[in-house]
């Protein structure tokens, strides 16, 4: 990516977040993740991360924030054409972004692994002593 599209990417970042945070209101913590804006300038696909609210059904009050903002695209496009100036404006694409779903998935289950500690003891050799260095060892590795 760009110079270019990665200050224009954390740009619509921003402005996105600040709008999103003014103008719209949940009953959850909604923010703007990641932008990925497509070389031509013409596509934005915004990650929208959404924490806290339902306790039931997290996932229905997520498709329900992307619903609302897919509602109010048109709106947030307009809004980011007065702020931002670029030749065009992009075409928000709002998507959910389950990074954090992932990453406490993927703790999850290493915390459910029955993994036995080692201690240094274990790390050395059965006779106690230190393991030889390939200098001392006499083989110097080039052959």
């Known amino acids: ?7 224009v990417s954390e740009l619509l970042k921003r402005e996105l977040g600040e709008m999103i945070g003014r103008e719209l209101v949940f009953t959850s ?3 703007v993740q990641q932008v990925d804006i497509t ?3 013409r596509h934005a696909h915004v990650y929208i991360s959404v924490l806290g609210g339902a306790e039931q059904d997290p ?3 997520a498709r329900a924030v992307i619903n609302q903002l897919q509602n109010h695209r048109k709106e947030l496009q307009a809004g980011l054409a007065r702020r931002v100036v670029l030749k065009y404006t992009p075409h928000l694409h ?3 972004d389950e990074a954090i779903e992932r990453g406490t998935r993927v703790i999850d289950i290493l915390q459910s692994l029955d993994i036995p500690e080692t201690t ?14 390939p200098e001392e060892s006499g083989d110097s590795g080039s052959r």
Do not use: I, N
Not at 126 to 133: A, F, L, M
């Open 39 to 41: 070389p031509d300038l």
């Open 59 to 61: 996932l229905q009050e």
């Open 1 to 7: 990516m760009s110079l270019r599209l990665k200050r």
């Open 94 to 96: 709002f998507k959910l």
């Open 120 to 133: 240094d003891a274990d790390a050395l050799p059965d006779d106690g002593e230190e393991p030889e260095s």
């Open 29 to 31: 913590l909604v923010t």
